[in-house]
């Protein structure tokens, strides 16, 4: 009985996790303690033939995606892991909260290894690069194992002197939890207020997080696992990153992905104008707003340096 609340501890407290003592010797194991919630997610699609579906809950499904998509890529990636603009320090903590409800874990230790993707882009100690570990593990194994549960607070050092973020970071499996519940209320309301909506709070829960959250899983887990194999390389980087239009399209321009390991301060990744960067525009209608500022871009000598063809 002990053993099991405290492997229960352990997904609520991450802390739980990091202090067993146990010394990891297999990178490619999986804690699969850690990871049924993770299963039980993709498992629960099922229930659709339960909860049915309506064209709110679809619209309502893409609208979170978006918005979670965006959260990812504007402020998990483009700000906590190279912080390619500014802002104060409350925004900070509310661009970490909405990051959270997209269920990767923590602001730290979402910066942190992608940090270290950086340094060790498609070498060995790269936990998702598909030229090393293949396109399964790329996408997905390494998320899930023991070896990469960690947050690497050496990389993150300047963030984690937030105590905000270090909570964040360390119950990482809150604000999904609240987000959740709150998508459920709100659908149990609409039935009362807005019957003609056709939805309710079990069909709101399934479409408007848990299939939302799956989507968003595999879009941003195809920036790892298929954007350093397809695609074409303007620049000739020390790896294999490519650019692809398709993967920019679902992750709102995490695509232009040869680009953004040319140089990866900038805040748009989308080098010329032709190449769509909607989180860039986001970015861009947030600064107008004094939300962000000082956007970092790529400047014209980097731009055209080390160019392939």
């Known amino acids: 009985m002990k053993k099991i609340l405290f492997q229960l501890t352990r997904w609520f407290d991450n802390e739980a996790v990091n202090q067993t003592g146990v010394k990891i010797?297999?990178?490619y194991a999986v804690d699969w303690w850690r990871v049924v919630p993770f299963i039980l997610l993709h498992?629960?699609?099922t229930s659709l033939f339960w909860v049915g579906t309506s064209w709110f809950a679809i619209i309502f499904c893409l609208l979170l995606y978006g918005i979670r998509m965006f959260a990812i890529t504007a402020f998990y990636h483009r700000y906590f892991a190279h912080k390619t603009y500014r802002t104060s320090r409350v925004v900070q903590f509310?661009?970490?909260l909405l990051g959270s409800t997209a269920v990767q874990r923590g602001p730290l230790w979402w910066a942190s290894h992608h940090r270290h993707h950086h340094v060790h882009s498609d070498e060995a100690p790269d936990a998702h690069s598909p030229v090393q570990h293949g396109f399964l593990w790329s996408h997905l194994?390494?998320?899930?194992?023991q070896a990469n549960f960690a947050t690497k607070h050496d990389r993150v050092k300047e963030l984690s002197a937030f105590p905000e973020l270090r909570f964040l970071d360390r119950f990482d499996i809150i604000v999904p939890i609240l987000f959740a519940v709150s998508i459920y209320v709100v659908g149990n309301e609409l039935v009362l207020y807005a019957p003609h909506l056709n939805t309710s709070g079990p069909q709101l829960l399934i479409w408007g997080f848990v299939i939302s959250?799956?989507?968003l899983y595999h879009g941003t887990f195809t920036v790892n696992s298929l954007a350093h194999v397809w695609g074409k390389r303007r620049y000739a980087t020390k790896d294999q990153s490519r650019n692809n239009w398709?993967?920019?399209i679902i992750t709102l321009g995490e695509g232009w992905h040869n680009n953004h390991h040319h140089f990866p301060g900038s805040a748009s990744q989308g080098f010329y104008w032709w190449e769509i960067d909607l989180t860039y525009y986001g970015l861009k209608l947030m600064a107008a707003t004094?939300?962000?500022w000082d956007l970092r871009k790529v400047p014209l000598n980097i731009r055209n340096s080390r160019k392939t063809a």
């Open 290 to 292: 004094g939300l962000i």
């Open 246 to 248: 398709f993967i920019a």
């Open 43 to 45: 498992l629960s699609v």
């Open 141 to 145: 194994g390494w998320f899930l194992s």
């Open 94 to 96: 509310l661009f970490a």
């Open 213 to 215: 959250t799956i989507l």
């Open 25 to 27: 010797t297999d990178e």
